[in-house]
Every structure is written in structure tokens, then in C-alpha cells.
């Protein structure tokens, strides 16, 4: 099982430019999430979804859209990057809701903008 | 909303001697609280969990304990061996939704030889 995959691991941005990370995951979960990682300040919400055509903002949204056409993927894009969405990115699946089972992680996408 | 504390930030021990990582939770309404271990360059890794109707929880070498009253929960793990530097999260639930997940700033734990 490949579990959650994500792509690219690295990728550097202009100031303004727009990208899509992608995500994928083969354990038929339901929840999917995005995460940023930032240096000394642990892991937080950017967006989640329960299921196909549901999403929902979790902490820090702006800047973010995602969206969930399958059970299998969970795009996240990135419009207008700017400087303060450089950071590490994860996505994470459960097969229940992530306060009560086991979130499985990608190994996450370190993306830059410059 | 939950706020989660841990500390220390970085915690240093010799090969073979015990690492306590301590956490603190806001909302007395959490009732579901993970540890995750990082490796460089990969995705955490749940390593153990507990829920509020148990005190404490072990697993080999690795054991969480549980304080309703105090608000706070606490990661041990003895004998510690090269493998166990990482970065460890503590997270706590709210009791809510999908969301409902709330991690602390990790430690970053070193095992000296």
C-alpha cells in the first residue's frame, strides 16, 4: 500500500504565482486534511473534508482552496503565493474523524515563495 | 477554542536513561489525546494515544499518562535507544468535528551515545 502521496516534495514560487499540491491516498478513508508545518509552531489546520464534495476551513485557510471531486484526492491550490506561505505541507487521511483514530500522513511538500 | 502547551522544546539524554515530554490542554471538554513522532523529512507517525477514561497507557517502551483533574498529559519513554530522535507533537481533541485535533509545537528529541 502506497498510503498518502503527495507531490511534488519541493517546489519554489514566485511572489504571485499559483500552484496545486496534490495528494492522493489508497486506504479508502473518508477524512482527508491539510496541515502546514511551520519551524517551532507544530501543526496547523488549513482545510479538511468528511467525504466526496465536502470541505470545510479549518485554522488558517486564506490564501487556500481545496477540493474533494473523489475519496482518493484532496488538491490544495495556492493562489497569488506570497512570502508567508512558505512553509512545509501535509496531508493526512483517518478512516474516522481525526479526534478519535489515527491520522495517516504524507511525507509533505516544502514549498517556497520567493 | 483548545490551546495545547508542551515542553521543553528540546530535550537532550544520554543513551539508555528515561525522556518525559509534558503537555497542557485548555478545554476540559477533550477527551482524546495522540502523540506523534516525526523523523526528519517524513510525515508524524502516531505512537501511542489515550482517551480521558484511562489514566495511563503503555506500549514496550513508550507510556502516556493522563491527569483530567490538572489538565495535562505526559509522554515517557525509557531506555531511550538512537531510533527515538525525532520530533514529538502532543495533540488534544475538542470534542467537536472533523477538526477537532490540536497539536502542541513539538520536541525535539536527542539521544546522546
Known amino acids: 500500500n502506497a498510503g498518502v502521496t503527495q507531490t511534488p516534495k519541493f517546489r519554489i514560487l514566485k511572489i504571485g504565482q499559483s500552484m496545486t499540491l496534490q495528494c492522493a491516498q489508497d486506504m479508502n478513508h473518508n477524512y482527508m486534511y491539510w496541515y502546514r508545518q511551520d519551524p517551532g509552531m507544530g501543526l496547523k489546520l488549513i482545510y479538511y473534508s468528511v467525504g466526496a464534495g465536502i470541505t470545510d476551513k479549518g485554522e488558517v485557510p486564506n490564501g487556500y482552496n481545496v477540493s474533494r471531486s473523489t475519496t482518493e484526492d484532496f488538491p490544495l491550490r495556492l493562489e497569488l503565493a506570497a512570502p508567508s506561505q512558505t512553509s512545509v505541507y501535509f496531508c493526512?487521511?483517518?478512516?474516522?474523524?481525526?479526534?478519535?483514530?489515527?491520522?495517516?500522513f504524507g511525507e509533505g511538500s516544502r514549498l517556497t515563495v520567493l | 477554542g483548545e490551546n495545547v502547551e508542551q515542553h521543553p522544546s528540546t530535550l537532550s539524554v544520554q543513551e539508555g536513561d528515561s525522556a518525559v515530554i509534558k503537555c497542557t490542554y485548555s478545554d476540559s471538554a477533550s477527551n482524546y489525546f495522540p502523540w506523534y513522532k516525526q523523523e526528519l523529512g517524513k510525515g508524524p507517525q502516531l505512537i501511542i494515544d489515550?482517551?480521558?477514561?484511562?489514566g495511563e497507557k503503555k506500549d514496550q517502551r513508550i507510556a502516556v499518562t493522563l491527569n483530567k483533574t490538572a489538565k495535562h498529559f505526559s509522554l515517557h519513554i525509557t531506555e531511550t535507544q538512537p531510533e527515538d530522535s525525532a520530533v514529538y507533537f502532543c495533540?488534544?481533541?475538542?470534542?467537536?468535528?472533523?477538526?477537532?485535533?490540536?497539536f502542541g509545537k513539538g520536541t525535539h528529541l536527542i539521544i546522546q551515545p
Open positions: 495533540a488534544a481533541d475538542s470534542g467537536g468535528g472533523a477538526d477537532g485535533l490540536t
Open positions: 489515550i482517551r480521558s477514561n484511562v
Open positions: 493526512a487521511s483517518s478512516l474516522t474523524s481525526g479526534n478519535t483514530g489515527e491520522l495517516f
